[in-house]
């Protein structure tokens, strides 16, 4: 299990943080707008470095003063672990990442 959970941190930390920071800098310059993933390079699923990787992103808007909402957060899945994925989330103090198991 160890060995599956850091691999699976290895990748997912990486993108779900770059996705998540992604999303939060076209916040920051479209305050009010909708997000679409799909307009993110960061934020697609993938081939990584231990399988398929996957996106789970809510449906969201940003707010009027340029933030993603309160507790929004990414997560990655890869093809390769049933049982470990990555989670991002932000808050206005910032993004905390970590590994959960399903």
Do not use: M, W
Not at 16 to 43: Q, T, V, W
Not at 55 to 81: D, Q, R
Not at 89 to 95: C, F, Q, S
């Amino acid at each position: 299990n160890y060995v599956e959970k850091s691999k699976v941190a290895e990748d997912g930390l990486i993108y779900a943080k770059s996705c998540l920071n992604d999303l939060l800098a076209y916040c920051i310059e479209h305050p009010g707008e909708s997000l679409r993933y799909e307009n993110f390079d960061s934020c697609q699923n993938r081939t990584a470095f231990y399988g398929e990787i996957t996106f789970t992103i809510p449906p969201a808007n940003c707010s009027v003063n340029g933030y993603l909402p309160e507790n929004f957060a990414v997560e990655v899945h890869s093809s390769l672990s049933d049982k470990f994925y990555v989670k991002c989330v932000y808050n206005k103090g910032g993004i905390k990442c970590y590994t959960e198991s399903h």
